[in-house]
């Protein structure tokens, strides 16, 4: 983990307050149980795969500093769930809706596929547990939309995993450029670019596994198109429509995020995506290559870039009339343009925090406990989640796609 992570116990109770300001910060409608400064928090954790084994990671790192435990994990394969048990010690369970009822949880980390972020989201929203669900916040809009008034009803602490928006910079660019520090913004672009060796995201299936006696099949497919025993469908979900977005809702939220934050946008008015299987041909359904162009309403447009076959970056860059934000692994430099030097200051920041699932976790900790406010809560994470699901719906209609906002709904342009 990135030494970024590393939070003592004085930085804990300094970001928390005493519980009457948590009362503050959760409405009377809330079920959620109010949490003092100095008691501990319990988690479900939801999922038991490879990304869950990173939020376990983070959760037991931060044990002692944030005052938390595992107190029950999920799974509904039979192996992966006992092994999370043994790395835990959390009571293990196969159906999520007996671990939203297992006493005294204080919130619940949701990593699963997709197509199961609303429905456990929501389930735990009216359990009157606090959530982190990973991104993206759900699987439609719709959902999205649902999630959101949920949230919006119950009071809930909502954090969704775009763990990118726990490093600073983004929160500093957009400080500056509200203060005109480039002048009007007009456009920005940004990529998440890869280069597999062989075919992307596979992973090669369990040989122990068997569907009906250590894996429930049927459960996994929820709501999904029902279908026959699939290995591929299960270890390699995010290649198949029915469960993930692809490029656009796995790599595209995070960058997207940091250009939302920054620039101050709500969702976009217009959307045209292109792509295809331009390399790969080893019988995934999403895109290997996917690239989209959103406008807003705020008068800026975001290009957005991928590639699974080439990784060559291109500049991840905020352009303003009168200067260009650039970000990097470090922060981000600010340049005026040749004709604004002499009323444009350049600067550099390097930034605080990180991309880092702990930092996250911190975050949310301390708004349960105290009302922080959260880097990545329902309302943002749907702005960006949206847009990227918009994106999706125009490469498969092959439209150009707008958001009637008014009825909150995709028109054809």
Known sequence: MPTSTSLSRRTFVAGATAAAAARQALTAKSAARIVGANERL??????????????????????????????????????????????????????????????????????????????????????????????????????????????????????????????????????????????????????????????????????????????????YLGKAKKRPWDPARFFSWRRYWDYSGGIATDLFVHRLARIVRACGLTVPSRVVATGGQYFFNGGAEVPDTFNALLEYPEGVNVLLVSSLANQSKIRHVIRGNKGTIEFSRDGFSLEPEPIHKSDVQARLHKKGGGEDMALH??????????????????????????????TVESFRKKKSLAWDRRRQRIVKT
Not at 43 to 72: F, Q, S, T, Y
Not at 166 to 181: C, E, N, P
Not at 369 to 376: I, N, T, V, Y
């Open 42 to 219: 319990h988690v479900g954790v939801i999922g038991a795969g490879g990304n869950a084994n990173g939020h376990m990671r983070a959760l037991k790192r931060l044990a002692e500093p944030d005052n938390v435990e595992i107190a029950a994990v999920c799974d509904i394969y039979d192996p992966r769930r006992e092994a999370a048990a043994e790395f835990t010690g959390g009571k293990p369970f196969k159906d999520y809706r007996r671990l939203l009822e297992h006493s005294g949880l204080d919130y619940v980390t949701i990593s699963v596929p997709e197509h199961w972020h609303a429905p456990i989201t929501l389930d735990a929203a009216d359990a009157g547990l606090h959530v982190y669900v990973e991104k993206p916040l759900t699987y439609s809009i719709d959902e999205g939309l649902a999630v959101v008034k949920k949230v919006r009803s119950t009071g809930i602490a909502l954090q969704c995993g775009i763990q990118g928006m726990s490093d600073d910079s983004y929160q500093t660019a957009a400080d500056l450029i509200k203060q005109g520090a480039i002048g009007k913004v007009v456009m920005a672009h940004i990529d998440y670019s890869r280069n597999h060796l062989e075919d992307f995201w596979v992973r090669d299936p369990d040989p122990d596994v068997k569907p009906g006696v250590n894996l429930d099949w049927k459960t």
């Open 361 to 390: 976790h911190h975050n949310l900790h301390n708004a349960i406990r105290a009302g922080e406010a959260l880097k990545c809560d329902a309302e943002f994470a749907f702005n960006v989640s949206m847009a990227c699901q918009m």
